[in-house]
C-alpha cells in the first residue's frame, strides 16, 4: 500500500511531502510516513536541512478525526514531532491553506515556519470538545507569548498569515505561487546555524508578568464558555507552560486531553462535525448532477423575512431585485437592508465600500415583469396559502422558463404551491430562520416533483451565502418547527399544571438553550396573531395580551423589562396563568425540573423519530444539524438525535410512557431492540 508520504531532494535539501487528500489529516499512514522520512533525513549526512509541505489544497489540516475513538494506529504524533525538533539540521515548515490543530502543532515542532499570503494557522480543537494534544498548548505560549495563545486555543479561531508573523508564529511569508522553492532557500540559509526549539523557548515570564491574565481570560470569555468543558481546560493547559517545564507542561496538557476525548461533550461536537458536512449529500441524487447557474434572484416582499433573505444574496455578490406591493414597503425595506448593513460595518466586520457595493447590487421594483429574467425567485410573503398561490400565479406567468421558484414558508405545503404553477419541478421551499441575514440554518423543501438538478442547485447555492442546509420532506413544519410544536404543547400543559413559567424557562436554560419558550415568546412578541379582543380569552396568551402584556416589545410579557431588558418574573403573570388554569379546572402542583426537562425534550425526540419514519429527513444527523443551528440546541450535547442516543432509547421510551406521552412505533422499535438513531 503506497504511502501518503514521499520526499524529493535538492541537493542538501530534502522535502517531505504529503499528498493526503483532502485535507492532508494526518491519519496513522500520514504519521508513518512523516516519521519515515524524518528519519531518513536524519540519516543522511548528506541532507543538511529539511522542509515539510502537503500537496493538494492545504498544509496537514489536523489529526485524522475518523480515527478518534478507535484503539490507536502507527506512531503517535507528539513522539515523531519530538524527534524532529530534536534535529540539529533545521526543519522548515511550508504552509498553505489551513495549517489547523495537529497541522499547526507539526509546524511548531518544526523550527521554522514560512506561509504564502493566503495561509491560515489556528488550533480548533476546542470545536470538537477536544484542546491541542500534540503540544500545541505548551510550544505556542512559547513562540507567541501567552496573551496570543490563549485565545487561539481556548477560543479555536484560525488567523491570517499576516497576523502570524506579526506574533512571531511564522518566520517568513513567502510568493504565492513559489512556496517551495522559498522554503528550500530558507532552509538552505539556516544550514550551520543554531536551530530554534520551541519547546525550548520560555513562557514563564508571562505568568509572573501579568499573574491575573487566566482569571481576567475567564471572566472575559464566562458566557461563551458556560457548561463547556474544553476552553476551561485550554486555559489549565495554556497556565501550565508559565508554570511547569516543558515535559510537566506536556503531562498536564495529555491529562486533559484524554480527559476530554473520553467525555461526551467531545462526542458530541465530533459528531456535529460530520453531520454538518454529511447534510450536504442528498443520498438519492447524482452528486454530478449539473446544476442551474443563479445569475440573478428575485425576492417578493421586502418585510423583516424579504429584508434579510436578499442579504444574503447580497453579502454573496448575487444581484437582487426585490418586488413589493407599495412604494413605501419598498423604501423601508431598502432602509432596514442599508441600515443593517451600516452597522455591521460600524462594528468593523464590513468595510464600508462593501456596504455600497453590496447595494449596488440590489434593484427594486412594483412590477412583476421586471423578475422575467431571474433564474431563482424567493417568496416571502404573508404565511397564507391563498396568497402564496396567488404570486406563484403571477410568477409562473412572467418569470422566463427554466427559473426556481421557491417559497419561505415555514409551514405550509410546498406541493400545493408548486400545483399552482406549470413548473411544479422548479418548486421548492427555501426556509430561513429569522433574523434571515444571520441565521445558519436553511430547511430546503423538497416537493414531490422538484426536479434532482432544481435540488441540487439549491444545495449549491446555500453553501455560496453561508447557509447550513438540510432537506426537508414536505409535512406541517418541515424539521425544526414540527419538532418544536410538541415542546409548545407541553410548555403550556407544564403550566396549567402548575409548574412556573421561569422553572420551565430555567430548565432549558441549565440544558444549555439560549433561552426557554416563554422567553422566546416575549422576544419573538406574544401579541403576534392576537385577535385584539380582549374580552375573549380562551388560553393564556391571550389572557397576557388582554392584560396588556405583549412581551419585550412594550416592556412586560412574562416577565417584566428594565430599560436594559433585563427580564424578571412577574407575580401578575403567575396569578393570570393560576386564574384561568383554576377556571380551565386544572388541579395545580410543584412539578419536579426532570419531569419539565423529560417533557419538553423526548416528545421532541419521538416527533424527530417520526419525521426520520416517514422519511421528512434523509438520517438523524439532519435532524441534530437543525436543531442545532435554527434553534440553539446545545451542539455540546450533539442536538436532539444524538442526545437520545446518549440517554438511551429505552430511557426515552421508559419517560415518555411515564408521563403518558405518545410513542412512535419507530421510536419503540428502535428503543426495544438497543438501536440508536445515529
Ligand atoms: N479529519 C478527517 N476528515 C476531515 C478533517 C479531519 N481533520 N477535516 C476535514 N475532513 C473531511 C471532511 O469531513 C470532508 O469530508 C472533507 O474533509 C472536506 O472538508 C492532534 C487532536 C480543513 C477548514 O478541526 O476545519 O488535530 O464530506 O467540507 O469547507 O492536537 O475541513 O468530503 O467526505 O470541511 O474546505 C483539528 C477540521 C483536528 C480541522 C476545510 N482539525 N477541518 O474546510 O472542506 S483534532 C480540525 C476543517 C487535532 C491535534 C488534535 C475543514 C477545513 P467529505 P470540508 P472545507
Known sequence: MTSPIRTERHDDVLVIISDNPPVNALGHKVRQGLKDGIEQALSDDSVKAVVIRCDGRTF??????????????????????DEMEASDKPVVAAIHGTALGGGCEVALACHYRVAVPSAKMGLPEVKLGLIPGAAGTQRLPRVVGVENALPMVVQGNPITAKKALEIGLLDQIVGEDSLEADAIAFARAQIGKPVKRSSEGTAQQDGVKNPGLFDEFRAKNARRIRGVHAPEAGIQAVQAATRLNYADGVKKERELFVELMSGTQSAAMRHYFFAERAANKIDDIDPQTKTIEIAKVGVIGAGTMGGGIAMNFLSAGIPITILEMKQDALDRGTGVIRKNYERTAARGRMKPEQVDQAMGLLTTTLDYADLADCDLVIEAVYESMEVKIDVFGKLDEVVKQGAILASNTSYLNVDEIAQATKRPGYVLGLHFFSP?????????????????????????LAKKIGKVAVVSGVCHGFIGNRMLSPRQVQANALLMEGAKYWEVDDVLLEFGFPMGPFQMADLAGIDIG???????????????CAADRFGQKNGKGFYDYDEARNRTPSDEVQSIIADFARKEGHEQREISTDEIRERLLYPMVNEGAMILDEGMAQRASDIDVVWINGY????????????????????????????????????????????RFN
Open 530 to 544: 392576537w385577535h385584539r379582543d380582549p374580552s375573549k380569552v380562551t388560553n393564556i396568551r391571550e389572557a397576557l
Open 60 to 81: 496537514f489540516a489536523g489529526a485524522d478525526i475518523t480515527e478518534f475513538g478507535k484503539p490507536p494506529v502507527g506512531p503517535n504524533l507528539p513522539e515523531t514531532l
Open 632 to 675: 440553539g440546541w446545545p451542539l455540546t450535547t450533539g442536538g436532539p438525535m444524538f442526545w437520545a442516543d446518549t440517554v438511551g432509547l429505552d430511557v426515552v421510551l421508559a419517560g415518555l410512557e411515564k408521563h403518558g406521552l405518545p410513542v412512535s412505533d419507530y421510536l419503540r422499535r428502535k428503543a426495544e431492540a438497543g438501536e
Open 436 to 460: 434571515a441575514n444571520i441565521m445558519k440554518l436553511l430547511e430546503i423543501v423538497r416537493g414531490a416533483e422538484t426536479r434532482d438538478d432544481v435540488l441540487m442547485t439549491a444545495m449549491k
